[in-house]
Nanobody, 112 residues
Framework: QVQLVESGGGLVQPGGSLRLSCAAS????????MAWYRQAPGKQRELVAS???????YYKESVKGRFTISRDNAKKTVYLQMNSLKPEDTAVYYC??????WGQGTQVTVSS
């Protein structure tokens, strides 16, 4: 079956960095567009970044220049490098293959 497993979340101070990973199994990873969403308490889930099969990327305006999405097809893994983190980035981060399947999420907390 399809599994998407996120890791790399945690508690970080404002201005810090984290790298999220999402390991996929049960899918032909190389042909799937992948994306990272996040959901903060009391808010709707929102798209943060996406990457197509040919590595074309999209970013939510508020994370442009701070976050970088990338993929390693050999490892069937998609990454989200998050720099200059802000308290408003606090959320549970989920990866998905274009909305077909979802991981369990990883908590990112930005606080001093």
């Amino acid at each position: 079956q399809v599994q998407l497993v996120e890791s790399g979340g945690g508690l970080v101070q404002p201005g810090g960095s984290l790298r999220l990973s999402c390991a996929a199994s049960g899918i032909i990873f190389s042909i799937n567009a992948m994306a990272w969403y996040r959901q903060a308490p009391g808010k709707q889930r929102e798209l943060v970044a996406s990457i197509t099969r040919d590595s074309t990327t999209y970013y939510k305006e508020s994370v442009k220049g701070r976050f970088t999405i990338s993929r390693d097809n050999a490892k069937k893994t998609v990454y989200l490098q998050m720099n200059s983190l802000k308290p408003e980035d606090t959320a549970v981060y989920y990866c998905t293959n274009a909305g077909l399947n979802w991981g369990q999420g990883t908590q990112v907390t930005v606080s001093s």
